[in-house]
């Protein structure tokens, strides 16, 4: 992945329903340049789906966990493949025992458990725990 290619992913992640050409202009490129990138950023599993951002509160049967995630060798490509996974809501860099914290949002325990083995298969991550959100309490 090309400098162009991260761009196109954040302009993506802003907003997945952005038409062809005004991520075009946006990053100064053809239309087919970014009817390719998409095809082949797609194609080679990098973008694996396309998703909507809603409230907290919009959601209340939603399942929320936290994974935290200990990392050998290169944490840059580790944060490049999490920010892909449709099932990490927020990713935050730590310190202490774990490297990296992610917020998990997903429909079910059956997502849920899809999505913690994809991470786990992630080249890098050499160690996990996850907790799931049960109650939020408010003073």
């Known amino acids: 992945m090309d400098d162009l ?7 993506l992640r802003h907003d997945a329903r952005a038409p062809v050409a ?3 202009q946006a990053l100064g490129v053809s239309r087919g340049t970014i009817t390719n990138r998409m095809a082949r ?4 599993g990098v ?5 909507v951002r809603l409230r907290p509160d919009a959601t ?3 399942i929320r ?11 840059h490509s580790v944060i490049r493949a999490l920010l892909g996974e449709p099932g990490v809501a927020e990713l935050h860099d730590t310190n202490g025992r ?8 997903v429909g ?27 109650q939020t309490f408010r003073g």
């Open 22 to 24: 005004s991520l075009a």
């Open 108 to 134: 079910d325990l059956a997502e849920l458990s899809k999505v913690l083995e994809r991470i786990r298969k992630i080249p890098g991550i050499s160690n996990s725990e996850t907790s799931v959100h049960l």
């Open 60 to 62: 209340p049967d939603e």
């Open 41 to 44: 950023l797609e194609r080679d």
């Open 65 to 75: 966990a936290w994974t935290s995630l200990a990392v050998k060798g290169n944490q």
């Open 98 to 105: 774990w490297d990296l914290v992610a917020e998990l949002r």
């Open 5 to 11: 290619d991260h761009r196109l992913i954040a302009k």
């Open 47 to 51: 973008i694996v789906g396309y998703t």
